[in-house]
């Protein structure tokens, strides 16, 4: 049994933004980052003129964009980057003190994961850089200027701001990426896809990996909560403790039940818990059929081709034989002839074709994603609060199977019958040396029998569905995080639905 890990990425991000700066501002800008939360926290003069400055927005990267350590140039918008707008934007707290506004920002989870996707950061890994670039706007007593301006060039003269400097404070903001600790885990059943229709039993294998995303938490235990069709050898391994960061069993030996049944389908339910006892659930599956290989052909027949005959010649009038033909025969003395034999012979064989066809089908499934994200408003006072609205999405998944199917079936390769025709008695007493008989009351074999070497005459294919459709299932996720499509296996499925083969043999 041994331990493992692997990495997985998971994104979980608040931002605080939406700034209104004066003119002229001493702003000073603080981000941090702890468990996947980014907190921004801009401290600013109260403004004192009509113009103002205002972000509206920011531009996420992985890599700077700014020229020069003195930011002489900054231009965030090139090459590939992600983008959260306004909306998307909660005022988390404000503070007014002599003259100073402390704000503080968040953006929901899943609209930066949109726009971390959107700047090829989707696998961003704990202690990776995050630079953040501000979108800004122009407001004018109080009336917000449509024209956004994403360069530091740009801002600078957008008006004629008294002092420019504290604008390259608002780009190539350096964070570092700390991952939330949310447990995740992901197992595996190893097992053969098909085995032999004798067996009852098969042998297998479940594998699990576990880890959580943040120094700051550690793996706590794990248990399995569900078993369907398997089971595991050793009770001890359906519960154990874990530790660190990552780890995870391997190899852990399981009995996969298939019975007498033609398919199967295992599945095992873990939970893994982290020190916080934050629980995650996965769910593996594995399906097994059985597939005997066709049997070796067999062939059959008899053959009978002795007509075993006999024959007599005897003195007239039959039966009472007026003297003995073994003694002599009497020159103008009647004679009388007689034979006999096997009422029909033959000769025939047959011989079996096997053999395995194989059928394509397609499963499919539906997903129905639920989940929510944040969307910021105002109450009754215009104060700022957040809503989570509903969101759905559709996913249709397919999955192409070959399923094998036996046959067996008999031809008839020869086939002879014989019926007696006549039988010629030869002897120096008969007429002419000899005397031609027929058989008297006496009906030939009748025999009928259809043949042909085509396969197609003595195969039917099943009548299935080329398409299964499995329906439909509902898969509620979070707020702010779109649940993902489940893993399954539908090879038992697909097995279930292609029947055998029809076959007819000669006759």
């Not at 009995?255 to 599945?267: P, R, Y």
């Not at 593996?284 to 059959?300: G, R």
């Amino acid at each position: 049994m041994g331990r493992f890990w692997k990495s997985v990425g998971s994104l979980f991000l608040c931002l605080v933004l939406l700034l209104m700066f004066p003119t002229q501002a001493n702003a000073d800008v603080n981000v941090r980052i702890t468990k996947g939360v980014i907190k921004f926290v801009t401290v600013d003069p109260e403004a004192t003129t009509g113009i103002r400055y205002v972000t509206t927005g920011w531009i996420i990267q992985g890599v700077p964009k700014c020229t020069d350590s003195n930011k002489t140039h900054c231009n965030p918008n090139t090459g590939k980057y992600g983008m959260i707008q306004s909306n998307k934007m909660v005022e988390t707290g404000r503070t007014v003190s002599d003259g100073v506004v402390t704000t503080s920002f968040e953006v929901g989870v899943a609209d930066v994961m949109a726009a971390l996707q959107e700047a090829g950061l989707s696998n961003i890994k704990a202690g990776d850089p995050i630079y953040l670039n501000s979108i800004f706007q122009v407001s004018i007593d109080g009336t917000l200027k449509p024209t956004h301006y994403y360069t530091l060039d740009e801002i600078k003269n957008a008006e004629p701001w008294a002092d420019t400097s504290a604008f390259k404070q608002y780009y190539d903001i350096l964070a570092q990426w700390d991952p939330p600790s949310i447990p995740i885990v992901k197992g595996f059943i190893d097992a053969p896809d098909q085995v032999d229709g004798t067996v009852t039993e098969v042998p297998a294998t479940y594998s699990f990996q576990a880890q959580v995303t943040s120094s700051d938490n550690k793996l706590a235990k794990y248990q399995i909560v569900k078993t369907e069709h398997c089971d595991f050898v050793n009770a001890g391994d359906k519960s154990g403790a874990l530790s660190g960061t990552e780890d995870g069993f391997s190899d852990l030996p399981i009995k996969i039940h298939i019975g007498t049944n033609q398919n199967v389908k295992c599945s095992i339910t873990i939970e893994v818990t982290d020190i916080n006892k934050t629980p995650a659930e996965n769910t593996a599956q594995k399906a097994v059929i059985k597939n005997t290989p066709p049997p070796t052909p067999q062939d059959a027949g008899a053959s009978d081709l002795d007509p075993n005959s006999s024959g007599k010649i005897g003195a007239d009038p039959y039966p009472t034989e007026a003297f003995n033909v073994v003694q002599g025969i009497p020159t103008h003395e009647k004679l009388y002839t007689q034979a006999g034999g096997k009422r029909y012979l033959y000769d025939y064989h047959y011989q079996q074709k096997t053999g395995q066809k194989p059928y394509q089908i397609t499963v499919k499934k539906t997903y129905n994603l639920t989940w929510q994200e944040p969307q910021d408003s105002t109450d009754e006072a215009g104060n700022p609060i957040t809503t989570w609205i509903n969101k759905s999405d559709t996913q249709v998944v397919t999955q192409n199977y070959t399923i094998m199917r036996n046959y067996s079936y008999w031809i008839v390769d020869k086939l002879q019958i014989y019926g007696i025709d006549h039988a010629v008695m030869f002897n120096y007493a008969l007429p002419n040396g000899k005397a031609t008989m027929t058989p008297q009351n006496y009906s030939a074999p009748s025999v009928s029998a259809t043949h042909s070497d085509a396969e197609s005459a003595h195969l039917t294919d099943p009548t299935y569905n080329k398409v299964l459709d499995l329906g439909s299932q509902d898969v509620p996720g979070g707020q702010g995080s779109k649940p993902s499509v489940p893993t399954e296996d539908w090879l038992a499925d697909a097995d279930r639905s292609v029947g055998k083969i029809k076959v007819k043999n000669d006759r």
